[in-house]
């Protein structure tokens, strides 16, 4: 697509229920980002996927927290069990070339809170 | 570890310059982005800086000095829809991959 689509821009959940969020990426773009941001703060980076290899889980919170990408195209970010503490907007980019300043292009995200 | 520090909050005027500071202390740096964010949208790409000096785009430059850790965002001829957050962000290196790492943000506020 023309730019990089989430899903959906707003879910509101109760305290324990399991959430799914999806993401599409810029068609052709081997890298994809998620990161959650909260309320007044900065991106906290989550979970990094290029391409068909190992995803970088490095910045998933807790075992709650999971995604998923099939090669180049669709990723979801599952959220277990939510906690009132995960509400906040997570955000997916995506980008041609990780290694480049061609920049990563950021979709709309989903305000995700947990009631 | 990584440490990117900008400040909280910055207020100018209409038509003004203003220049916002970050500076970094991380392992494994490849470049650093600048990021204009309005509240309730996404952060969209302003600049990339990966060698030293300062780089122009109309109305924005930034700047960076990597021996000093230290960056700027310079916006000139400033306009009340220049009022946004403005994110600093450093590509490292993780595992033969690079992910930018993002500060706080800058909230800049533009008055008349």
């Known amino acids: 697509g023309a730019g990089v689509s989430q899903s959906p821009s707003n879910k509101v959940t109760e305290k324990g229920k399991d959430v799914e969020l999806r993401c599409d990426p810029i068609s052709g773009h081997t890298a994809l980002y998620w990161y959650r941001q909260r309320l007044g703060q900065g991106l906290e980076f989550l979970i990094y996927?290029?391409?068909?290899?190992?995803?970088?889980k490095s910045g998933l919170p807790s075992d709650r927290f999971s995604a998923e990408r099939t090669g180049e195209s669709v990723s979801t970010l599952t959220i277990q069990r939510t906690q009132q503490e995960d509400s906040a907007v997570y955000l997916c980019a995506s980008s041609s070339k990780d290694r480049d300043g061609y920049g990563y292009t950021f979709g709309s995200g989903t305000r995700l809170t947990v009631v | 570890g990584q440490n990117i520090d900008q400040p909280t909050e910055m207020t100018a005027t209409e038509g003004a310059i203003v220049q916002i500071n970050c500076t970094y202390q991380?392992?494994?740096?490849?470049?650093l982005f600048w990021y204009q964010q309005h509240a309730g949208e996404a952060p969209t790409f302003l600049s990339y800086n990966v060698l030293d000096g300062l780089e122009e785009k109309g109305r924005f430059s930034s700047f960076l000095s990597r021996s000093k850790g230290y960056s700027y965002l310079l916006l000139k001829e400033l306009q009340m829809k220049d009022s946004a957050s403005y994110l600093c962000?450093?590509?490292?290196?993780?595992?033969?991959?690079?992910?930018?790492?993002f500060g706080r943000g800058t909230s800049l506020i533009v008055h008349p």
């Open positions: 962000a450093v590509s490292l290196a993780s595992g033969g991959s690079y992910i930018p790492t």
């Open positions: 991380t392992s494994g740096f490849n470049g």
């Open positions: 996927f290029q391409g068909n290899s190992a995803p970088d």
